[in-house]
Every structure is written in C-alpha cells, then in structure tokens.
C-alpha cells in the first residue's frame, strides 16, 4: 500500500461548483497532515494544514479522520483560479521529510 | 517574498555533462533540506535528506555516486547531477524547514524548482 493514495483525477467542474478530494495514508503513527496546492512546474504552496477537529479557510475545508486515516479537502464555490493540482502530504514522526501524495488535478471551467 | 531561493530555474544541458542546483535558506539557518524530484504527472519523490556538516542520507534507488549533494554551511546545500542522461531530465526541488514563526507557522518552505533537460 503506498504511504499516501489520492485520487489522480482529472476533476473537470464548472464555475461556482463544490468539489471534494480525498485521501488516505498508511503510516497510522503520522502526526501532521496538509493539503498543498502545485501549479505546473511551480513548487508546492501550502493550502492548509488539517486538524483532526476539521478546520475551514475560506472557501476551503479540510477533514482529519484517523480512526480511518483518511483526508479530505473540500472546495466550495470553486473559481478558475482554483485549476491546480492538489497534494495531500503527510509527515511521519520525528524529524523525517513530508511524504506527498500523487496530486489530484482540478480544472475549473467557466 | 521567498524564503528559499533555488538556482537555475531551468537548465539545458548535453548528456554526459555535471549540473549544479544551489538551493539557498533566506534569513533562517537550515540543517537539514530535502531534495525531491518530479517526473511529469508524478508526485514528488524525496531524492535525499541534506545535513549540514555530514553525508546526505539517499532514498532507496537514489545512486549517491551520481546526484552528489553538499551543505557545508547552514544556508547552502547543492544537488550536483553527475553525468547528466536524458532519463534524469526532471524537475528537482528543495526544500527546508524553519521553525515556526507567526502569522502562518509554516514550517517547511520550498524553493521554486529547477527544471532540468538533458538532450
């Protein structure tokens, strides 16, 4: 099983729609969970980090389950400039790198 | 405004040829970068954890011999592509930690990637 699975996508949604992304990772003792968002050839930004009581910036929700080890990120309203790629990222214990996750592409279209 | 800065943002080069990436920690020190590397439409895959003063750690199937990486001092670690063929045209990307600071606490911070093609 890999360290982190997420969806690939493509999500092709219209203007103004609601989209979900999920993910799931394997490693049951990873203690911090993020989403981040990667334009093409651009480095990754953070988007958010995700507590396990669930946190919401803006148009976006994130949701820690992990009697499940299960992300999710949810985007509400979506714009055009919303089109990325997302990236669910998790950090194992102790001082070790993020582990990424493929990325699930969105292209919002007008 | 960035805080790791990374150079070159692109590079061409004929096989057979060494490149160098500088990867720079702006206004914080930093023992320890991580070097990633990217395949179109892949996730980014840790190459190899950089210590400043001591060996780099490799990732499973990373050759030591052929990506050579360096931090001599706490703001400067390089990635070095020895030999370069067109199997290692990429992009490469660093990234370090900073301890936390308000407003955003954000912790890990990434250079802006340096796209490499090998002819």
């Known amino acids: 099983r890999k360290e982190v699975e997420q969806d690939p996508g493509p999500f092709n949604v219209p203007e103004g729609a609601t989209v979900a992304f999920n993910c799931t990772y394997s490693?049951?003792?990873?203690?911090?969970f993020f989403w981040y968002r990667q334009d093409c050839r651009k480095e990754p930004k953070l988007l958010m980090s995700?507590?396990?009581s669930g946190n919401e910036d803006g148009r976006f929700t994130a949701q820690l389950n992990r009697a499940s080890q299960y992300i999710s990120l949810l985007i509400r309203d979506s714009k055009l400039s919303d089109s990325a790629t997302y990236l669910c990222?998790?950090?194992?214990?102790?001082?070790?790198?993020?582990?990424f996750g493929k990325g699930t592409r969105l292209s919002v279209i007008a | 405004g960035a805080v790791v800065s990374q150079h070159p943002s692109r590079v061409i080069c004929k096989s057979g040829t060494s490149v160098k990436i500088e990867c720079r920690s702006l206004?914080?020190?930093?023992?320890?970068m991580f070097w990633y590397r990217q395949f179109p439409k892949q996730s980014l895959m840790l190459m190899a954890t950089?210590?400043?003063?001591?060996?780099?750690?490799?990732e499973q199937g990373v050759e030591k011999d052929k990506f050579l990486i360096n931090h001599a001092s706490l703001t400067l670690s390089t990635l070095t592509v020895t030999s370069a063929h067109p199997e290692d045209s990429s992009f490469y990307i660093c990234?370090?930690?900073?301890?936390?600071?308000?407003?955003?606490?954000?912790?890990?911070?990434f250079g802006s990637g340096t796209q490499l093609s090998v002819l």
């Open positions: 490693n049951s003792a990873s203690q911090s």
């Open positions: 995700v507590y396990s």
């Open positions: 206004d914080f020190q930093a023992t320890t």
């Open positions: 990222v998790v950090n194992k214990p102790g001082n070790t790198p993020l582990v």
């Open positions: 990234s370090a930690f900073r301890i936390g600071i308000p407003p955003t606490n954000e912790k890990l911070f």
């Open positions: 950089s210590n400043e003063g001591s060996k780099a750690t490799y």
